[in-house]
């Protein structure tokens, strides 16, 4: 009985609120009237549910004033007009990928991140799920930027503040939101590097130009991230020339991040496939895996400067070093080429195999 009686309070204050509408004609009420019935009829939001609970909410709101769209909400729905606009959002922006996200049974809560997020972003999360990945909402919403979007949308009166103390504001909501979307890309681009390894434990072999597609343009995206968030800005010689990111310092974990990305961010910049897979296993998933999870980087041997090719050139046998230094000038650059290039070693011993990274600019 109580359940009846909830049900005509409810009809009767939509009907209220088509009533106090201007312009609704007597068709439009009989539509709103079923509209909120097939509301009503929707058990939990399955994700076909919330597709179809959109597109009854956007009908809707197309009929009925905005000063009267919220009490209609309220009365049929139970929650709030905000809610609403984002089942509306997801009908209107999500119907192109109905099929796959029907397939993929994405969750509602999902589904209003991927509403408000650009095509790329949208298309890069469903091939993540398609692939296996088990993504979190928050991770989504790092990924897409929406978060960032609303945090900012309702800081207008920090951005506001004056002086030393208001820049700082500022400076401190910009990397908390540039963090959260670096986190987020590089959360999604070491599962899909893992995904992408899976195969070798069945004895085949890693699809190089899969897992680029997947992953080349949020690693382009977060290096830029990175270079917002940590590194300095870089003054040209020329005054007229805009300043740019420069390097972090050599030798540390997060120069590493940094050059990993801006390779992994350019196809040319992958190695070829006999060097591919060991590149994946020693360099790329152990610098991920620094970054997603904090886990120790351990230092490999690096190459020797180039000022040490005065040294090696000092522990040649002196008749050596006049045989390579009788050449001139030219000469002494080319020996220096070599060594630079690790062409040669000390000839008092055999010279010890080391992967180097590539060098690449930041």
């Known amino acids: 009985m109580a359940k009846y009686t909830q049900k005509k309070i409810a009809a009767k204050l939509a009907a209220k609120a088509a009533t106090d509408a201007d312009e609704i004609s007597p068709e439009q009420e009989g539509e709103l009237k079923a509209l909120g019935e097939g509301i009503r009829s929707l058990g939990r939001r399955t994700t076909e549910q919330a597709l179809e609970l959109g597109g009854y909410l956007a009908r809707a709101k197309s009929i009925l004033p905005e000063r009267a769209f919220g009490a209609w909400v ?8 905000k809610t609403a606009r984002n089942y509306v ?4 922006k999500l119907s192109d990928y109905r099929e796959r996200l029907l397939a993929a049974s994405v969750a509602p809560t999902m589904l209003f991140a991927l509403a408000y997020a650009d095509k790329e972003k949208v298309e890069s999360v469903l091939m993540a799920i398609e692939a ?4 979190t909402v928050a991770q989504v919403k790092a990924t897409v ?3 960032a979007k609303r945090k900012v949308a309702t800081t207008d009166d920090a951005l506001n503040i004056g002086g030393l103390a208001g820049l700082r504001k500022a400076a401190e909501l910009k990397t908390t939101q540039d963090v959260a979307q670096f986190h987020g890309l590089m959360s999604v681009v070491l599962k899909r590097v893992e995904k992408a390894m899976e195969p070798i434990a069945k004895g085949r072999a890693v699809k190089k130009g899969m897992l680029q597609e997947a992953i080349v343009y949020d690693c382009r995206h977060a290096h830029d991230l990175l270079n917002s968030i940590a590194a300095p800005m870089k003054a040209e010689m020329v005054a007229h020339v805009n300043w740019r990111p420069a390097r972090l310092p050599e030798g540390s974990a997060w120069r590493k991040v940094q050059a990993l990305l801006h390779r992994m961010g350019g196809v040319d910049g992958w190695p070829d496939r006999t060097e591919f897979v060991g590149w994946l296993q020693d360099e790329v998933i152990p610098v991920l895996r620094f970054v997603v999870h904090g886990e120790a980087l351990i230092s490999t041997e690096e190459e020797p400067e180039i000022a040490d090719a005065s040294v090696q050139l000092a522990s040649q046998a002196p008749a050596e070093r006049k045989e390579r230094t009788q050449g001139g000038p030219e000469a002494t650059l080319a020996q220096i080429n070599r060594v630079f290039n690790g062409m040669i070693a000390p000839a008092d011993k055999p010279r010890k195999n080391v992967t180097v ?3 690449v600019a930041a």
């Open 74 to 81: 309220k009365a049929i729905c139970k929650f709030t007009s």
């Open 89 to 92: 959002a997801v009908y209107e």
């Open 132 to 135: 296996g990945e088990q993504l």
């Open 145 to 147: 930027g929406v978060e």
């Open 357 to 359: 990274p590539s060098a």
